[in-house]
């Protein structure tokens, strides 16, 4: 399956910008997906394709990708932020993969 | 609006086969354009993709787990189903039901709220 590398831990200052960043040979080929996830809860969709956002997701989220680097900003980062951000893409063979997680902390 | 809901024992001996369910409710799971998927997620762990099964029938397993898994679908009880054989203690995880969009840029854009198994004796 699709091999992806997150760091594992970022922080942002209250209304800062924050970008999270995924790493991986797919993601030359394949668009990135990432997925917002608090304790006790299940993961939710915020950016997919080039740049999509489900409804719902405030558009302080947006997403942008280069080389093998896709990765997901915040702009203005809120407290209600703070949670563990998942990258995901497939390969040629259909395969799925997710990033190890990064763990944002809004300070 | 389509949801997701995942149902099976909280609780599976080792050796033994881990079956779940997820039942999918406000759209058709013959629909066209998706894909309906499991991942998992071991305790205080990252998510971990399983596999995925096409309304067309195609499926798609993780190399790492294609050898114990299989996944199904029920178009007249609109579900889908996971079975995970000779499971161990390493299979004890939260397990997700998802929709994926089966295009270019796809995503699991619908998720299940999440199902404990533990495996024990």
């Known amino acids: 399956s699709s091999e992806l590398t997150q760091d594992p831990a970022v922080s942002v200052a209250l209304g800062q910008t924050v970008r999270i960043t995924c790493q991986g040979d797919?993601?030359?080929?394949?668009?990135a997906s990432w997925y917002q996830q608090k304790p006790g809860q299940a993961p939710v969709l915020v950016i997919y394709?080039?740049?999509n956002r489900p409804s719902g997701i405030p558009d302080r989220f947006s997403g942008s990708s280069s080389g093998n680097t896709a990765s997901l900003t915040i702009t203005g980062a809120q407290a209600e932020d703070e949670a563990d951000y998942y990258c995901n893409s497939r390969d040629s063979s259909g395969n799925h993969g997710f990033g190890g997680g990064t763990k944002l902390t809004v300070l | 609006q389509v949801q997701l809901q995942e149902s099976g024992p909280g609780l599976v001996k080792p050796s033994q086969t881990l079956s779940l369910t997820c039942t999918v409710s406000?759209?058709?799971?013959?629909?066209?354009?998706?894909?309906w998927s499991w991942i998992r997620q071991h305790p205080g762990k990252g998510l971990e993709w399983i596999g995925y099964?096409?309304?067309?029938?195609?499926?798609y397993y993780n190399p790492s787990l294609k050898s114990r898994v299989t996944i199904s679908v029920d178009t007249s009880k609109n579900q889908f189903s996971l079975k995970l054989s000779s499971v161990t203690a390493a299979d004890t995880a939260v397990y997700y039901c998802a929709r994926g969009l089966a295009r270019r840029d796809d995503a699991f854009d619908i998720w299940g709220q999440g199902t404990m198994v533990t495996v024990s004796s």
């Open positions: 099964i096409y309304y067309s029938g195609s499926t």
């Open positions: 394709g080039k740049n």
């Open positions: 406000g759209g058709s799971i013959s629909s066209g354009g998706y894909y």
């Open positions: 797919s993601l030359r080929s394949y668009y």
